[in-house]
């Protein structure tokens, strides 16, 4: 295919390469001012701050939105959108991303594009304590707690299992889409 007949293709999802920390800003701006479908998948996670545990969301793929547009007519529009650095080109042509790794994409993150980082932990797995005076200590998950972001673990005190509650995000969990 030559680069000219991609071009007349009509609508196909594309890659585009937003500013630092600014995916949703041109995902919005994008969306708002040309009326095109754009997907920004966000991944949420709780970290640790000095203020205690707090959630932040973050685009999924760092510096990436996927937009779907007619090359040869929105190019330069979507190219100079807010928040937008480049369309990335391979040895000078756009290619698209077929629409079944975006409908994939789209499984994995439900309607509101957002996804957990963490798994929830389950009963009877081991895990370890990440903060406080028992960080380091691994124990076992005997009980969820319903409404609350905490569960209920075997702790190892002096030789007796005793039966404590802990955050959730005091515990570590492996995470699914995390690198």
Not at 80 to 89: D, W
Not at 105 to 134: R, S
Not at 163 to 169: G, I, N
């Amino acid at each position: 295919m030559d680069e000219l007949a991609q071009f007349f293709e009509g609508e196909r999802w594309y890659c585009v390469r937003a500013k630092p920390k600014k995916e949703r800003l041109a995902a919005a701006g994008i969306s708002a001012r040309l009326q095109l479908e754009v997907f920004c998948p966000q991944i949420r996670f709780r970290r640790k701050t000095v203020r205690g545990a707090v959630w932040f969301q973050e685009a999924m793929f760092p510096g990436y939105l996927f937009v779907r547009f007619d090359m040869p007519t929105m190019r330069r529009r979507v190219a100079h959108s807010n928040g937008v650095l480049t369309i990335p080109s391979f040895n000078g042509r756009y290619v698209p991303i077929p629409d079944a790794i975006i409908e994939s994409l789209h499984g994995e993150v439900g309607e509101e594009e957002v996804v957990d980082a963490g798994h929830a932990l389950e009963v009877g797995q081991e895990t370890t304590i990440t903060e406080g005076a028992f960080e380091g200590i691994k124990v076992k998950v005997v009980r969820l707690i319903d409404g609350e972001d905490r569960v209920a673990v075997l702790l190892e005190m002096l030789g007796t299992l005793v039966e404590t509650e802990f955050p959730v995000y005091a515990l570590e969990h492996r995470s699914k889409y995390r690198m």
